[in-house]
Structure formats: C-alpha cells, structure tokens
C-alpha cells in the first residue's frame, strides 16, 4: 500500500470513528439548543427614547405570551377551582399535609405544567418572549417574608433559576412578574385572594406588607443583576385594580411604594429595565419626571370589548408623551373585539405585546383563543377530599403539554403570523370589519372559537356572581 493510500485509508476511518459523535451532536441540535440562538451578553435590553435596544445597538421588540397559571393559579383555566383564589386551596392543603409536603405538591404541579417543551413551542411559533406570573408563596412560607433557603442559607430560587435558563436555551427574553404579593395588590382572585387588598392600607400591617415587597424585590434584582435573559422586572400585577379610579386616596401610597422598589431595585441592580403597570391608563403611575424614573418601560393591560375602544387606549399611551416605551403586558379581544385589529395596531404603532395565556385547562380550553395550548379533559383537584396520592396524580404528567391531553388552539397559528410585527392594514382601515391577514379557514375557526370563549365567560361571571367573588 502506498503512502497517500494509507493517509487515504486513515482519514476514512478517523470519518467513521467520529461519525456517532456528529449523529449524536445532530440529534441535541433537534432536540434543543443547536436550533435556537441562545440569549447571550450582546443580548441585554435597555431603553432609548420611546423604544428598547440591545446592547450591540440593534433594536428590538418584544413580541410573547404569558406562562399564566405557573406561579399563581386561577382557577378559571387551572385545575383546581375556588373563585376566591389560590391561597384558600394552599391553606386547605397545609391544614391537612403539612407546609412541606404542600410546598412539595405545588412544585410538582410547577414542575409539570411548564416544561421544555413549552418554551420550544413559544420559540417555534416566533415569538421572543415570555412573562412569567410568580407569587410570593412561590419563594416565601408566610406574610412576613420568610424566605425558602437551600442548606447554604441562601435564599432557594432555583425554580425560576430553571426557567431563566430554559429561556436562555430557546432565545427568549423572560419578563418576571410579581402578579401576587404578600397583603394583595389589588381585590381579585389572581393576586391570591379576592376582597382582601391591604398593600395599600396607611396602618401598621399596611407598611409590613410594603416593606416585604421592597425586601422581596431587593433579593430578587439582586440574584439575578447582570443576567441578558431577564427583559424587565414587572414590581406588581394590576395594582389597586379598578380601585385606583374609585379611590383615589391610595394613589400617593401607591405612586410611593412603586418609587421605595424602585430605589432597592437600583440599589443592587442598576441596569435592569423597571416595567410600572400603568393599570387602566397611563394617570394611573407617575410619568418619569415625578420621581426621576430611567430605564423603565410602561405597561397597560388591555380587555375593552370594541375595536374603536382599543384604538381610543392606544391613543391614550400615545398622547401621554412619557418619553418611554408602552408594553402591553396582557390583551384578549371581549365582545367585538377582534384579534387582527388589536395585534395589527400593536404592531403598526411598535408596541411589545405579550397575549394572556400560553395554555389552559377546562371547558372548551382545546380551542379557546385565550389559550394558545388548551384541554378541555384536565381533572380538577378536590383540595378537601382527595388523597395525597390522588393530588399527585392530577398534577402529575397528565399537566404536560405534550401528554396528549393539550393541542394547539386555531388561535396559536393565527397569533404566529404577527410576530414578525407585520400587520393587516385592511383590519385597520375598516375597525376589523374586514380582515386579510391569516387564511380564510384560520379566521373561520377564530372567529368560532371567540363565540365558544364568550359563552365560557359568561358562564364564568354567573359562577362567582352567584359566590360572590365577582367585583
């Protein structure tokens, strides 16, 4: 055999030998991360004028859903189902398990209601973010903000540790989200408990409860101060809710608190994008100017039940004139309201918009246009009856997206087709009266699917009208 015949013959079989290392490294590219490109220092997200860049200088708009029910549930699309809120199950299950083994229920239910597959589906569909709801019972045993700590004595964050880093993975900026803090932020169930806001309150419990939000945000910004996955910290859900309009003696408090986070918030992290909820228009938070805000990001939440109404809240954040961004961190089309009207002037009007929600669990969940993943088959847990055991398994494996139980919603595809931030200029020009955008058959199935979802919140309504949990 000649030389060049035996270099030939080694280089053949070095081929073969590293053949099942690139047949393996091909099947990790299929399975996860080779697939996506991962969030990375270039990556970190600041505010410019009216609008959001990266550190390489490239703009950018946030365009996601929300991972409702994970931290906090309610139980209109989560399996289990007291009106009030998710606090009266905790405690119901604390009473008859104990605080650990009920701690250690929830985080199997955490565990299994979101998993990988779930942030490869929201990457798969082009979107580039997530907000994530969170509660403080998530991290914290009681009111006065005792913290869960690992045998370090560090406070155990490692939870929301794994979805930064699946975030990361699938190149998807993470919006963290306190939608329920100790004393309860506004009067309805998805803070915890509805009828029982005390945040705001100028008494002795009043000022506890604001001192653990600053304590809690003070840890949080400072775990997490320098990390690219993190788009903004989102300090309250919804505060006061419709209060603030009713009552306008809990604003100065309110305006007040929000400036006590953000100086702990900047004390540890000062480089994060602060996102104030400006809940239901912009003269519900202080403009910048107030309090000598900079880096921070607006954010209104928007269920009007007409296109011109959307249009008229649109208009709203565009005449405030704050000088910074508006996200709009939660929609759903009520009434006439139609989905290519509101993701058109999103898009059009360069807003960052995150739909509420991911996944759902419940009647006609399969193909509600709340959900982008729904299952209409999900048990719901009975707190007070079944067995440790049985509370197991209906949060088990059966939660999973991918278990069979859950299908994408004619919803999913349609909302996939503006995260390019496209829009439907003929939705615009007629109020949604004609909409191209989409195919025929995607609108049909919406448009159907919104009839089932209206008659499901009727329906909701009726159910805590007769509780008495609705305001």
């Known amino acids: 055999m000649t030389r060049t015949a035996k270099k030939i013959c080694a280089l053949l079989f070095a081929v073969l030998l590293i053949l099942p290392v690139t047949a393996s490294a091909l099947e990790a590219d299929d399975d996860g991360a080779g697939a996506y490109a991962p969030i990375t220092e270039t990556d970190f997200l600041r505010v410019e004028g009216e609008k959001l860049f990266k550190a390489d200088g490239s703009e950018t708009v946030l365009r996601g859903t929300n991972f409702g029910g994970w931290g906090i549930m309610e139980d209109w699309?989560?399996?289990?189902?007291?009106?009030?809120?998710?606090?009266?199950?905790?405690?119901?299950?604390?009473?008859?398990?104990?605080?650990?083994?009920?701690?250690?229920?929830?985080?199997?239910?955490?565990?299994?209601?979101?998993?990988?597959?779930?942030?490869?589906?929201?990457?798969?569909?082009?979107?580039?973010?997530?907000?994530?709801?969170?509660?403080?019972?998530?991290?914290?045993?009681?009111?006065?903000?005792?913290?869960?700590?690992?045998?370090?004595?560090?406070?155990?964050?490692?939870?929301?540790?794994?979805?930064?880093?699946?975030?990361?993975?699938?190149?998807?900026?993470?919006?963290?989200?306190?939608?329920?803090?100790?004393g309860y932020q506004n009067d309805y169930d998805h803070c915890g408990r509805s009828k029982s806001m005390s945040l705001f309150d100028e008494t002795p419990e009043g000022e506890r409860y604001r001192a653990v939000a600053v304590d809690f945000w003070t840890e949080l910004a400072k775990h997490y101060a320098g990390d690219p996955t993190i788009a903004m910290y989102d300090l309250m859900n919804e505060p006061c809710g419709t209060n603030i309009t009713r009552d306008a003696s809990m604003k100065d408090v309110f305006w007040q608190l929000s400036d006590d986070i953000y100086d702990a918030v900047r004390a540890v992290d000062p480089d994060h994008i602060i996102t104030m909820e400006a809940i239901w228009d912009p003269s519900a938070i202080a403009s910048p100017d107030v309090y000598g805000w900079e880096n921070i990001v607006y954010q209104e939440h928007l269920y009007d039940i007409s296109n011109p109404a959307i249009l008229s809240k649109v208009n709203e954040i565009r005449d405030a004139d704050y000088g910074a961004p508006f996200y709009i961190g939660e929609f759903y089309p009520r009434g006439l309201t139609t989905f290519g009207y509101m993701l058109s002037l999103f898009n059009k009007q360069g807003l960052s918009w995150t739909t509420w929600t991911y996944k759902g669990a419940g009647s006609s969940a399969d193909d509600s246009p709340w959900f982008l993943y729904g299952s209409s088959t999900i048990e719901k847990i009975d707190p007070e009856l079944d067995s440790y055991e049985e509370l197991l398994v209906k949060w088990g494996e059966c939660l999973r997206t991918d278990s069979g139980s859950f299908r994408q919603t004619s919803f999913a595809e349609y909302a996939a087709g503006f995260t390019d931030g496209?829009?439907?200029?003929?939705?615009?020009?007629?109020?949604?009266?004609?909409?191209?955008?989409?195919?025929?058959?995607?609108?049909?199935?919406?448009?159907?699917?919104?009839?089932?979802?209206?008659?499901?919140?009727?329906?909701d309504w009726l159910r805590k009208l007769k509780t008495g949990d609705l305001l």
């Open 77 to 182: 699309f989560c399996p289990f189902e007291n009106p009030a809120g998710e606090e009266l199950v905790y405690d119901t299950l604390v009473e008859r398990f104990g605080a650990e083994a009920t701690r250690e229920l929830f985080k199997t239910y955490r565990s299994n209601w979101i998993t990988e597959t779930d942030y490869k589906n929201v990457a798969d569909l082009g979107f580039n973010c997530i907000r994530l709801p969170i509660w403080y019972r998530n991290f914290q045993s009681d009111d006065n903000g005792t913290w869960y700590r690992n045998a370090d004595g560090s406070i155990d964050f490692s939870e929301l540790d794994g979805v930064v880093e699946m975030c990361r993975k699938y190149g998807l900026y993470l919006i963290i989200d306190l939608h329920g803090l100790a």
């Open 422 to 459: 496209s829009f439907d200029k003929t939705s615009l020009d007629t109020f949604g009266l004609i909409e191209t955008k989409g195919t025929p058959a995607q609108r049909a199935a919406l448009f159907r699917a919104k009839l089932q979802a209206i008659v499901t919140t009727i329906k």
